[in-house]
């Protein structure tokens, strides 16, 4: 399967989970996930959310950051994955002098038991 990101239109999000500032981002979704290119602009955050029913794992192309997940605090900058496990919360906040480019991939979990 191919998603050509090149044809997906930018959304802007403003105070994305009641961060702060701006976010950009471009979404390919589907009941198993999602891929999404986006920026955090300068001085903006994502609030702090809980994963209920997925893992969320976000891979710096630029800039630098500060990730909280469950209290931990976690710095950001090129080349780092941070992931946040179904059942963490977590949010993010550009702390740089440039836009936080990340590259984000949420993956749904199964949230029913299974039963043998």
Excluded: W
């Excluded at 469950?70 to 702390?95: F, M, P, Q």
């Amino acid at each position: 399967m191919r998603v050509d990101f090149n044809q997906i239109e930018p959304i802007t999000i403003p105070g994305m989970n009641y961060g702060t500032g701006t976010m950009t981002a471009k979404m390919y979704a589907d009941k198993q996930g999602k891929i999404i290119p986006c920026v955090i602009h300068l001085g903006g955050s994502i609030g702090l959310h809980r994963h209920a029913s997925s893992d969320d794992i976000n891979y710096v192309i630029s800039g630098s950051g500060m990730a909280t997940t469950d209290g931990a605090e976690e710095s950001l900058s090129a080349g780092i994955c941070h992931i946040c496990r179904k059942g963490s919360s977590h949010s993010i906040v550009n702390t740089g002098q440039e836009d936080l480019v990340l590259l984000t991939i949420v993956v749904e979990r199964e949230t029913k038991e299974k039963h043998l």
